[in-house]
Each structure stands twice: as C-alpha cells, then as structure tokens.
C-alpha cells in the first residue's frame, strides 16, 4: 500500500506540474490569473511569480495587472527574497500611486530593508538605510496604527549601530591601539549620551588616555598626561561610585610615578 500510495502522489505531482506547464507556456491570461491566485493562496510562491511577472507584463494598466505587480512583490518576501521584494514594492508605489494598497505597500517595503539590515559585526550602510524608510513611512503615515512598531523597529535598528560602534572601541582597547581607542570612545561619547555602553565608553576612553600618554614620545607625553588626568577628573564626577575607579586611579598613580604599566 506504501509504494501504491508514493506512485500515486508521484503521478499527480507530475500531471500538475504538467498542467502548470502548460498555463505558464500558453496565451490563455484568465487561465494565468486564476491560475496563479490558486498557487497564491496554496503559498507557492515560487511558481505564481513566474505567472503574476507574465500578467502584468501583458496587462500593466488593468486591475489584474496591479494586483499582479502587488502578490509579486508579496510572494517575493514571502520567498525571503529581500531585495526583490523592496524593489518591486517601491516600484509599486510609483506605479500605482492611487492604489488603497500604497501605505501597505509602502511599510512592506521598510520591512524589506528591515529584514535585509545585517548583524550588528557586519557594515550597517543597509541598516541605515532601513532607518530612513521606516522613519520617511512614519512621516507620511503619522497616524497609522503601526507607528507604534515603527517606532519600536527604528530603536531596534539604531541599537544595533550602537553596538557596532561600541564594539569598535572594545576591539581598539583589546589591541593596545590607544590612540584609535581614545578617537573612537570620544565619538561615541558623543553620538550616544543616553546609551547602556555609556559608562563602559568612559572608562576605556579614560583608560586609553591614560595607556596613549605613557606610550608617548617625549615631545607629546606631558601635553597627553593633562588630557588623561582631565578624562580621569571627568570620569570621577559623572561615576563618584563606579567600581572602575581603583583600577583608573592605580594607573594614573603609576603613570605619574613613570612606572610601567602592564
């Protein structure tokens, strides 16, 4: 019974893919249309791409063609195909700029540069670019009931950047290349006031301050041991109670002493 019922869906898997065979080579674009909503709404997305691309490509200013261009776009995010799917979504909205479908079309094509924003180690030029469309679909939709989950995507997103930036500074301090570590914590001292690094930053931009001036030539050593006892003053007032300040003190001692410091 086992091998009677593997024929058989092997059979029917082969007269339908025949069938489909046949629609997608064939002139008849009601058969394509229905043909594809069925693959659609069955999830195949792979196979009713191929015949919306077609649909639309013989009818582009009719309903079934803008519908077509739109399940297109759906069935490519559906696929996990990013790129293509923001593509043809942002074609969308230029094609069909009165369509009901716009402010959908619009967030969709946010979350495909949402979803195509790499991990955070990576370069983040497209998770900048998923910033500003989630921010520019905020701006024309201010009232939409998915500003809440914008907003919510948007500080995902800058978080993410924040952790790349921080882990800069991490990988200068690990490398002993202070005067990188130094350059890298004061922007993000900068760039991010409010963030849960904030303290950390301070205190390896402080360290490395402290690490550059004892690294340095003698014609830049005094200038760089003022700078890192003024980080250290700076540190000390925004932490009174950091459990950072032994070890930042320790090593100010040291470098005032002209000891080494391991």
């Known amino acids: 019974m086992k091998v009677i019922t593997s024929y058989l869906v092997f059979f029917v898997l082969v007269a339908s893919c025949s069938e489909y065979s046949k629609v997608v080579k064939g002139d008849d674009y009601t ?3 229905e043909t594809a909503n069925a693959l659609y709404e069955k999830k195949d997305f792979d196979r009713c791409i191929v015949l919306f691309e077609q649909i639309y490509q013989h009818s582009p200013k009719t309903g079934e063609g ?3 261009y739109y399940r297109l776009a759906k069935s490519y995010y559906e696929t996990k195909d990013y790129y293509m799917a923001e593509y043809y979504f942002e074609s969308y909205l230029s094609r069909f ?3 009901p479908k716009i402010e959908e079309s619009m967030f969709m094509k946010a979350l495909c540069s949402v979803r195509n924003s790499p991990f955070y180690y990576l370069d983040q030029s497209e998770t900048t670019k998923a910033i500003n469309n989630v921010q520019d679909f905020v701006n024309r939709y201010p009232q939409s009931t998915l500003i809440d989950s914008c907003n919510q995507i948007i500080d995902d ?3 993410k950047i924040e952790l790349k930036d921080f882990e800069e500074v991490r990988l200068y301090d690990k490398t002993n290349n202070y005067r990188a570590a130094v350059t890298s914590a004061e922007i993000f001292s900068t760039r991010y006031a409010r963030s849960k690094f904030f303290e950390e930053n301070e205190y390896l931009w402080t360290k ?3 690490l550059l001036a004892q690294n340095s030539i003698d014609a830049k050593k005094q200038q760089r041991i003022d700078k890192a006892k003024e980080r250290l003053l700076n540190f000390v007032g925004q932490f ?3 459990n950072y300040l032994n ?4 090593l100010m001692d040291k ?3 002209g000891e080494k410091i391991k």
């Not at 070890?247 to 320790?250: I, R, T, V």
């Open 31 to 33: 058969l394509k249309f």
């Open 66 to 68: 803008e519908l077509a």
């Open 97 to 99: 700029p009165f369509s």
């Open 157 to 159: 997103l800058r978080s």
């Open 208 to 210: 490395n301050a402290i």
């Open 240 to 242: 009174k109670t950091s």
């Open 247 to 250: 070890e930042l003190n320790s």
């Open 255 to 257: 470098l005032d002493k």
